[in-house]
């Protein structure tokens, strides 16, 4: 199966709670990323976390990451109607040492904040 | 600027046509990526470049054809595509040599081959 697969596949909440998603993948990893996308538009970066760290905060969002488990999750405090997305981790395994970062995005979650 | 610019926003063609989609980004970044999304799926690479060299082909079949004229332009010419080929067309941008892999998107060219 491919790198980066995430659960749940939909996730639907209310207004206000905490909303958990999980992602994991195969091969070892330089970072893994988080990002969010709205129906039909662009991706937006939401968080990188490198392979030696096991958690990160930006804002209302927290991301930790099992090496040993090779897993991540992603947790939305508070969460709000706005957050209503798609949400895709992408795991960089840039073991060529090339400049740039192939990133291979897992199957996504996605979430609905009901007001 | 932050900001990774497509055109057009939307396409619809014919399979005996040639057209092309256009990505622009002037934040000094030196790779540059196409992407293929078709509905509830993740992004697929298609290509990459970096410093206007291709870098990456994922295999992609020769009725696309990727450009990158210069450091902030990338394009992508389609001809003779077929119907399957109606997806999302992401372009994004990553700084050179920061590892940190953190792309940029555009909005994306939304597809259609009739």
């Known amino acids: 199966s491919q790198q980066g697969e995430e659960d749940p596949q939909a996730l639907s909440i209310q207004e206000g709670e905490n909303a958990t998603m999980n992602c994991s993948y195969k091969t070892s990893i330089n970072n893994l990323q988080w990002y969010r996308q709205n129906s039909g538009r662009g991706l937006v970066h939401l968080i990188l976390?490198?392979?030696?760290?096991r958690e990160k905060h930006s804002g209302r969002l927290r991301v930790t990451l099992d090496t040993s488990k090779k897993s991540s999750s992603l947790l939305i405090t508070a969460s709000r109607a706005a957050d209503t997305a798609s949400y895709f981790c992408?795991?960089?395994?840039?073991?060529?040492?090339?400049?740039?970062?192939?990133?291979?995005f897992g199957q996504g979650t996605i979430l609905t904040v009901h007001p | 600027d932050t900001e990774v610019t497509q055109t057009p926003k939307h396409l619809v063609m014919g399979m005996t046509n040639k057209k092309s989609l256009k990505c622009e980004q002037h934040?000094?970044?030196?790779?540059m990526y196409w992407y293929k999304q078709k509905a509830k799926k993740p992004p697929e690479l298609m290509f990459v470049y970096s410093y206007e060299k291709l870098s990456i082909n994922e295999s992609v079949p020769s009725r696309f054809s990727p450009e990158c004229p210069n450091s902030s332009l990338l394009n992508l010419h389609l001809h003779a595509l077929q119907p399957e080929d109606s997806a999302l067309y992401l372009c994004a941008s990553s700084q050179e040599s920061s590892g940190s892999g953190t792309q940029y998107f555009g909005p994306g060219t939304r597809l259609t081959v009739l």
């Open positions: 934040m000094g970044h030196r790779a």
């Open positions: 992408a795991t960089d395994n840039n073991a060529g040492g090339t400049s740039y970062g192939k990133l291979t």
């Open positions: 976390i490198r392979s030696n760290e």
